[in-house]
Each structure stands twice: as structure tokens, then as C-alpha cells.
């Protein structure tokens, strides 16, 4: 790439990325120094283009300037700007600086060997990055390195990145919404909001889709015939996975290996006493084999939603609390075989099994789908993807400054995090909202669900998927032969911790480097910490960082949460919650007590209103898209080093190869599961 006659006096090129984050622009006057390797600073240069309208949100812009004494390599630039206009705020995602005098005489080196030489190559070619992912506040000079990746106790700009943390620290406050539950930021910092509001309108997505599909003339306010719910799925509503399979008992097996709960079934070792089944009872399902049996050939798993029990619903609504028993047959299919929909045993608290009377059964997994809803939404989906992923995301933008590398690691990974839970707790999860409306527990309900459960919640067993697959049990692929999220997360899963592990030892070649990063320490220290920080269990060394090891961990299992943890609760909504026979978010009527034989207009009469399946259909629609792009192609870049670029690139080559085998074995299985293909993998947890 060569520069034209007129250009041979231009001494460098200056092309400033401004970022796109609502209100990034601005109108104030911007200046830059370049600093070389040996401390020389240009002058003042003054970055404007008198015919156009610089600096605005999203837009690249470059300056040609000349008048710039000789330099050395640059390594620095210093850049602030003034408070003229009247939106002066601005948000800068990067700037590089391109030497046209070294471009001209471009031609003397060409070593290509290693990612060194293809980054300085493209420094040249493209301008040297100097990343920023900052407001830039007014009247205040900010340096920034070449790459800016530095460990705090290495960094000779201390005093700029200890006020930056300091006034961090005023956006990014802890408030604990309601109590205890996983803390949040009290408001929504400028830089977390989203570009284009619009596409995350919940309201306004809502009212065009209700707009685009006209449910045909309702006679009556409820369904009178299952066939009938057929009319609704047309125009942007396909019919939803579950509509074809909810009858069937294997469909119902296969929603807990493949459904918005697959973390909850586990080993059965041994019957618990509460479940009043019997050898005899069970028997008949167990393929000849006894009870006894098929307990040591590890075939028998449990889900049991204690967490449910007394749980107080709004309006009068009922909720059940069930604990049921499947059976892993040699085929690989999971069949269910035993519900009792209550805790303790009791004449009204039947165990409702496959051989009952058909809609009688077929009732009891209904109630069954809907608890499991329940903790679902409450757990599964909000509390340890999106509450979890706010905590964090607080603590990181607390203690640790926008060079450190752990949080240029991070970072992609909180995209439109907070905005979008700011917009659910607004819309969504609110008194009257649609959780309210739509949901059995309602409001009330999801937050005494996921308090119960974050007092037990751990990051090193539920939040690491190794150790929770092997805490439940269902880490043996010959016992448990077709579970298609733990066979693709498990890829996933190392792809992400060997990325993870490469960047970390390049940044922390040794562990006492980890021990001396006092902004790392104090990150740790925020997590665990009860009383002011984010309150996680389960942080290997309680938070003290003294080995990669553990760093790698707990970094590996956040950006999983971020990622695949929220793609597996969030993407299959629609398809398991569209039709409410097959995943009921909301039931009618009164809770089974007896195996009396019913009928289909039994069935229907539980079935909630059709103005509220309308509800849940046109929600789960808008949560079920993604937003983002695909795990590994960042929105934003934020690392830079030519190590880091080149673990990142070897990251993306994992995944393409790790989607390709994720889509052979989606052609050979029964029922295809494409959530946790990389390409459907969003990087954030976005919507």
C-alpha cells in the first residue's frame, strides 16, 4: 500500500474509532501527543476536519497531519479534549497511528514468520493500535500504550489508572434489588447502554409482533380444542418444536438432556424416602431388570424440585413441588417412570407412573413441566446467567482498570449485559409484568426460588461444568448415553479453558505476578467478599489468587455462564414454551390428587387463556433471538498483543472445528440440537 505524490510530506495518520454505545459522540475539540519509545512527545495536534462532522457514534475517522518532528517507534499517545458543545461526552473504542514515512519506505523487511512480524506488518499497513474502550472525560489527559494491556504493578501511568478505578467506582455501584439475591448495579453506566435501542424494545418488539399475527376470530376467551391452538402459529410464529412430540413419554425424557433445564436431573443412587414407589411398582418399566439392579448399572437419574416446596404463589395459584424418576434405557433413550408432585408422601400425593390412565398421566407431566419452568426462569435462565453475569460484571469494572488483561479477557463477554437486565427487571420482571401475568410463581415467586437456591449456589460445582456434570452423576457417556448439552457444552467447555489458559500464562508467565496484581487480588477479594462485593461461593482459594490454575478456572467458567450457560436456557424457549401443553409457563385449576381417569377437556381446561398463550408465545419469540454475534467473533476487540491475537484466532479455528462435528452429530440424532452449535453460541448474554 503505497501514498500518492501530494502526501509525501504527511508525517502520520491518526484514524480515532469512535465507540458504538448510546451518546459515544461529541462535538468538543479532541487533541493527541505521540509519544516515542524514548519519551519524546510531538505537539499538540488538533484532530479536526473543518467540512465534516467528526467523532460520531460509530464512525472511523482519519487525519492526515504533517508538521511532526521525526520520531522513534511510537508507544504512547496522549489524548483529551475540551467541553465545547453541547454533547461533549465521548466514548473512543480505539485510535492507531500509521507512520507514512516508514510506509514509504515499506519494502526493506519481509520476515512473515511469526505473529510478531504479521502484527508489526500490519502496523504499518493498518496504523499501531492504541485500544482505549473509555469515556473520555474533559480536560483530562489520558495516556495510552501501544496494545494497553498492562498489569497494574508494571504500569508507569499508576496514578491515571487509580483515579479511573475511583471514578468507576461512582457508575459501578452494588445494590442489592431485592434481598438476597445475586447484587446489581444501582443504574445503568452510559457505557453499558445499548446502541440502537429499538432492537432491544421488548414493548415495542411485542406490539409489531402482535401487529404482524392476528389470531383467527376467538369465539371465547380460552381453547376449546387442542387442534384449535394450531391456528395461531402463522406469519413470524413457526409451530414450535413441542407442538408434534408433547404427548409422547420420550419427548418428556428428552426435554431434561436437551431442554431449558438440562442441568438438573442427576444419578439416582438410591430411592429417597419421600418418594413412596416401590420395587414392585418400578419394576414393570426396567426392562426385566430389578430396581436393585438398575440402580448399579447407573440407569436410574432423579430430578427433584424441593426448592419448590410451600412456595406462595400469587392469586391463589397453585405450584407443585415434584420429585420424578426416569429410566436410561440400552438405546439410549431416557423414559420417565415415577411423579409424585409433592414433597411428602401422602393418600392425595399419588406417584403417578406411565401405566395410570392416559390423560391422568399426562396431567401429572404437565404440572411436573410446569414447576420445572419455574426454576427455570427463576434459576436456570435469570439467576446464573444474566444475575450471575451482572455481579461480576460490577466487581470487574470495580478493581479492575480497562487495561488490565483479565479485563480485556471479560469483556466481550458483558456485551449489553446490564442494559438488558435493566430492561427485564423494567418489563419483565416486575409487579404485573409478564412474569406476573404469564407465570404460575409470578415475581414473588422467581425471587423466593432463586434466593433459596443462591444460598447453596457454588462457582466451582454449578458454575463449572466438569465438576456439576460430575456432582450429578451424569458425566459417564456409556450410562448415560444421549445427553446431547453435556456432549456439546463438554467441547465447548475446553475450547473456551484452553483460550483462556494460553492468554492468562502469556500475560502471567509466572505465579508470583499474580500474587503482586493488587487490581486482580482485589477482584478476588470482591467476589467472595458477603458484605459489599458480589457474594460467590465456591472461588478456589476464597478469592486469593496465587496459581493460574485457578485464575483459568474461574475465568473459563464466567465466560461459559456468559455464553453457552445462557445460550441452553435461553434460545429453546420458544420451541418448549409456544405450545402450553408441552411446557407450561401458567396452569388453570387445581393441581391432580387422585389418578381418576380425565379426559382431553380436562386437559384443556387447565390450559391458560388464549390472550396469555398469545402473551407467551410473542416473548419467548423475541428471547429466543440472538442478538449478537457468535462465540469467538467479538463485537469489539480488545486485545491486541500479537500472543493474545494469535490465542484468539487459534480460539475461533477450535470452534469452526468444533461446529462441524457438532453438526455431523445433529444429522445422525433422532431430534437435532443445535443451541450449542459455536455459530448459535452468542458471546454475551444480550437479550
Known sequence: MGISISSKQLDYEIIVKTGDVKGAGTDANVYISLIDEQGRKSREISLDCTWRDDFEKGN?????????????????????????????????????????????????????????NKAAENELKYGIPFPCNRWIKEHIKFIFKKYDACLPQFDDCKQQRKEELERKREQYCFQEKAPGLPRQVKKCPPEESFSNDYKWDITARKVKLLAQRKITKMTSSYWQKLEDLCNVYRGPFSIPYGYHNWKSDEHFGRQRLRGVTPNLIKLC?????????????????????????ALAKKSIYIVDLKVLHNLQCPHSREICAPIALFHAKRDGRLMPIAIQLFQEPAEDNPVFMPNDPKYTWMLAKMYYNNADAAVHQACTHLGFTHMIGETICVAVNRELSPSHPVYRLLAPHFLYLVAINSLALEKLVS???????????????????????WREWELNSEGDLPNDLKDRGVDDTEALIDYPYRDDAILIHKAIHNYVKEVITFYYPRDDMLVTDYELQSWGKCLVDKEKGCCVKGVPGNGKFENKEDLVQVLTSLIFLSSVGHASANFNQYDEYAFPPNYPAI???????????????DIIAHLPSKDTTLSIMVVTKILSDRGTNGLGDFEVQYLYEPEAVAAVERFREELKKISMIIEERNKARAVPYPYLDPKEVPNAISI
Not at 65 to 85: A, M
Not at 272 to 289: N, R, S, W, Y
Not at 592 to 598: A, G, H, I
Request: proline share 6%.
Open 60 to 116: 472511523t475517522d482519519s487525519f492526515k497531519v504533517r508538521n511532526v518532528p521525526q520520531l522513534g517507534e511510537i508507544k504512547k499517545i496522549e489524548l483529551w479534549r475540551d467541553s465545547k458543545g453541547l454533547n461533549d461526552d465521548w466514548f473512543v473504542e480505539w485510535i492507531k497511528v500509521r507512520p507514512l514515512r516508514k510506509l514509504a519506505m515499506k519494502g526493506s523487511n519481509n520476515n512473515k514468520g511469526n505473529s510478531k
Open 269 to 293: 443412587a438410591e430411592i429417597p424416602q419421600k418418594l413412596a414407589v416401590t420395587e414392585d411398582m418400578l419394576e414393570p418399566f426396567l426392562d426385566g431388570l430389578s430396581l436393585q439392579d
Open 431 to 453: 409487579p404485573g409484568g409478564w412474569i406476573d401475568v404469564t407465570m404460575t410463581m409470578g415475581v414473588r415467586g422467581l425471587f423466593e426460588i432463586l434466593r433459596n437456591t
Open 587 to 601: 396452569l388453570r385449576g387445581k393441581i391432580p390428587r387422585t389418578k381418576v381417569p380425565l379426559t382431553e377437556k
